[in-house]
């Protein structure tokens, strides 16, 4: 798309964010270009060309813009600028550096760099003089808050280049050229450390994309035990508001086994995004023992800044993902909510007076979110190396209602689904991820199967399922009591509604603010399960149906204790020494 | 009205709908005020030369041939310290009588604050209602609404918190007040003596409604104001923000837009994110508070406007009647406010968040109680207990007219335990019960 001429052309008209623009020259879709307003540049992006009309889309305020504003097109898509020092930065949608931004207010038109241009970084060679290199290539290397940061070849150089030169280790700042490389015809091509990519395409520069098999460790056991996540793998939690979706976020963005956290807050709440900015340098990073903050980046598009630009903040997101993977890294990516980026969608199509789909969403809703989707994933790259997306967006379904639009689009791209249910939120059963509707289409898959049980433990499946027709026959269970009244059934089906509580307050309930209890690995996960279906397996002999609640109470409490105590510790096992004895008091 | 010298004067409408009228102009910015058969309007539409303007109070009587004339503008509002004490109209019009405001002018609608420059909120807000301040802690820098059915007392309820919490202003965005209601307003701020530090911007039923659209922006610029410029802790009322969005739907309606969900336009979330987020903790001292009500019709909060709203907001405020009491409580299950950990226990006393929880649940078994009773079951002697002490419970806490300090609210909780339970009922951590059970 890149043009030796600029095109121009002049404001047309005026509906809220959406300008048309009067052009003299050929446009692309998507397209970047700036309003000029007397002191001010608005950026803005293409969305539509009819005749000699360019429809555009502005990322900020359009008060006081008047027909014949002049407007320059860029020649190029919204662009992300890829570089070191990404890392425990704070961006808006558009990648402009927050903190770098004067006064409390946002000023319209201000548009601020997104890396450090002095900071000088420790760069070493990994490629050499005479190396053939193809985009993503690595090059060099330097280390970003402890983080080998893969210098590569630009991800938009096409077809295969020869090394002729690459600079000795040493400091350099960012726009050093580091490397020089020649393509067939022999022309030359200088290369810094900053590349930069369209955020609305997916970045390819890697041989193939497996299935994901591998488990992705969250911490939290309503997730890892019954319905995993892997790496690379696609996962959505939708939930009406006060189910606590947000702090299921939260902690699975603090304790999942990634190298790098990115946290899209798309449309969402100020203040939580202030909790973020307040908690994360504060918080220890569990695997590195360095702060959390150092690892993570924030896209910060709150639901009071321009909507356009919320469009773009999952894009600007999932594109740093994709750069830092091409690094051989493990991503974990959350976006909070992607509700809000298709109802800004939805706003646009409105104003562009396109038919509207479903409760007035683009027709195309669902193309969106599944694309979007597909750029996550597992993927080996070009020297053999791996790295993953792995991404968990939350949904804010209107109403609550799991048959709107966006629920249901995204239940058609992603692999994972954790509904998040107001009566469990109601009875404060956190996290309230509904264990008999959420599904994780993971646990079929031969290969994730062949790795748990490498991995966790043979009969760690089996265990898994028989956990889940505990819960299933408990569900029924108690469905009959609630009919029958508590003396009308017989009392198994207390003792099976009793059982299925059992697994629901020990391994389902956590409480994310306990310092033990928050995160559980893997191998603890396995031990509590096993311990619980143990009991779950066992007969007992009650009198009524009184003496099943009390007992099941009180084995309940014991569980929790060893689940507040510090695995295999003397008070863990003091706990559970208590129990054996309790339950064999009982035992048949 | 204002009249610059030299101003073009437009005569001819092309266009004229029930809210907006259209007609060839140039040099018009867009969002920009104008004045048409000496109305005022806003642009909202612009293509070529043709100009779309929304008339705030309705086009009836309005002539093709009318004069429009545009002031170059967004439209804006006067701030100084004398706002203090005063009634305006949607305009920002004094409407009691008064002088005219002398101040800077400043355009309504600001942009954003910077998420990095916020503060996390941390100053509790005080209120007197046990509901509130026991189980639902306000924080300054919240935002926050009642969700409440057209007949509960909420403007009541409002007009307390109001005057209880210690904000250095008090800003009321009243739209589609009834006049009954905003008389009530000015007569409970007279009788408080606080005159000189509220401000009241009011739209009342008796005025088009289209005007209430300027409302939230015109009282949150006053706010901005006492909060940015002079560091002042500030508390905003809005009611009804129901009818707010009502208006919304009303213009894209006119505007031919695609209704979304509930006949509500599609811009809704952002249209009420926009108003909510102002609420802010300042890093220079000053904070705004929001305060809203929302009408329900029915309790149904899955219609668009309470839903979104529930999205944007810090929780939400459930007004309810308890029939056994014959008061209205504020709802322990249904109301929540996101920000309390931030503040209980720790500006409040240590054993606030154990006590709450431990009522709360005390109060859901006494409802368990209730469905077992209604449907025939028999009690249990702790059935019979939890009654008891939801009775209790509910008129000497939950209550809207309980006028208490925090302490004292937590004073009440130990002796309705202490009352009606052991210790292993309540199930509160030894140290606090080693404290304070009251046996």
Known sequence: ?588 | MESQAFQKIYTKLTNITKATVTLKATGVGYEEMAVVYGRLAQVVKIIGDQITLQIFSGTEGIPTNAEVTFLGRPPQLKVSDQLGGRFFNAFGDPIDGGPEIEGEVRDIGSPSVNPVRRRQPSQLIATGIAGIDLNNSLVSGQKIPFFADPDQPYNQVMANVALRAKADKIILGGMGLTNDDYLYFKKVFENAGALDRIISFVNTTENPPVERLLVPDMALTAAEYFAVDKNESVLVLLTDMTLFADALSIVSNRMDQIPSKDSMPGSLYSDLARIYEKAVQFPSGGSITIIAVTTLSGGDITHAIPDNTGYITEGQLFLRRDSDIGKVIVDPFRSLSRLKQLVIGKQTRKDHPQVMNAAVRLYADAANAKTKLENGFDLTDYDERTLDFARSYSDKLLAIDVNVDTETMLEIAWDLFGKHFSKAEVGVKQEFTDMYWKG
């Not at chain 1, 502005?58 to 014949?68: A, D, M, Y």
Request: proline residues 4%; charged residues 25%.
């Open chain 1, 1 to 588: 798309m890149e043009r030796k001429n600029k095109t121009t052309g002049k404001v047309a008209g005026i509906v809220a964010n959406l300008v048309i623009v009067d052009v003299s020259g050929p446009v692309a879709q998507n397209e970047i270009c700036f309003i000029h307003l007397a002191h001010e540049r608005l950026m803005a992006e293409v969305i539509k060309v009819v005749g000699n009309h360019a429809y555009v889309q502005v990322f900020e305020s359009t008060r006081g813009l008047k027909v014949g504003s002049h407007v320059e097109f860029e020649g190029h898509m919204l662009e992300v600028t890829l570089g070191p020092g990404i890392l425990s930065r704070n961006y808006d949608g558009l990648q402009n550096d927050l903190d770098k931004m004067e006064g409390v207010f946002l000023t319209r038109g201000e548009y601020t760099d997104p890396l450090n241009r002095e900071v000088k970084w420790a760069f070493k060679p990994i490629a050499q003089k005479g190396d053939k290199v193809t985009a993503g290539d690595w090059l060099g290397e330097v280390s970003e808050n402890g983080m080998p940061h893969k210098i590569m070849v630009p991800f938009k150089m096409e077809g295969r280049y020869e090394i002729n030169w690459v600079i000795e280790a040493g400091n350099y700042v960012v726009d050093e050229v580091i490397a020089k490389i020649t393509d067939d015809e022999g022309n030359e091509f200088p290369l810094t450390m900053v590349q930069r990519w369209p955020v609305k395409m997916a970045i390819r520069a890697y041989k193939n994309k497996p299935r994901p098999f591998r488990l992705l460790e969250t911490g939290v056991r309503c997730i890892d035990t019954l319905n995993p996540i892997t790496e690379g793998g696609t996962g959505f939690i939708p939930g009406p508001f006060g189910t606590g979706k947000t702090v299921l976020q939260h902690a699975i963005s603090k304790q999942a086994e990634a190298d790098i956290v990115i946290i899209a807050a798309c449309g969402e709440r100020a203040n939580e995004v202030v909790e973020i900015f307040t908690e994360f340098p504060e918080l220890d990073d569990p695997r590195t023992g360095k702060k959390l903050i150092e690892r993570t980046t924030i896209i910060a598009n709150t639901s009071n800044m321009p909507v356009a630009a919320r469009e773009a903040s999952v894009y600007t997101a999932m594109t740093l993902a994709e750069y830092y993977r091409s690094m051989g890294l493990r991503i974990l990516l959350m976006a909070d909510s992607t509700s809000r980026w298709a109802q800004a969608l939805r706003e646009m199509s409105n104003r562009l007076e396109e038919l509207p789909g479903p409760d007035a969403f683009p027709m195309d809703l669902s193309a969106v979110i599944s694309n979007f989707y597909s750029r996550a994933g597992y993927v080996y790259l070009n020297n053999g190396s791996t790295g993953s997306i792995t991404f968990i967006g939350t949904v804010s379904p209107a109403g609550g209602n799991l048959k709107e639009p966006v629920t249901e689009s995204t239940r058609k791209a992603a692999r994972c689904f954790y509904g998040l249910s107001q009566a469990r939120a109601d009875s404060k059963r956190y996290p309230a991820i509904d264990p008999i509707d959420s599904y994780s289409k993971y646990l079929e898959y031969p290969e994730v199967q062949e790795s748990l049980e490498k991995n966790v433990g043979s009969e760690w499946l089996g265990d898994v399922l028989k956990a889940k027709d505990v819960l299933l026959r408990g569900k029924e269970a108690m469905e009959q009591i609630n009919i029958l009244g508590d003396d009308s059934v017989p009392l198994s089906f207390h003792d099976r509604y009793w059982k299925s509580e059992l697994i629901d307050f020990v391994i389902l309930q956590q409480d994310a603010f306990d310092k033990i209890d928050c995160s559980t690995p893997m191998k603890r996960q396995k031990y509590m399960l096993s311990s619980v279906l143990k009991v779950a397996d066992s007969e007992f002999t009650f009198k009524g149906f009184e003496e099943v609640s009390g007992f099941f109470k009180e084995v309940i409490n014991y569980f929790k204790q060893m689940n507040y105590s510090e695995f295999e510790s003397e008070q863990f096992k003091a706990h559970e020494k208590a129990l054996q004895a309790f339950l064999k008091e009982r035992m048949n």
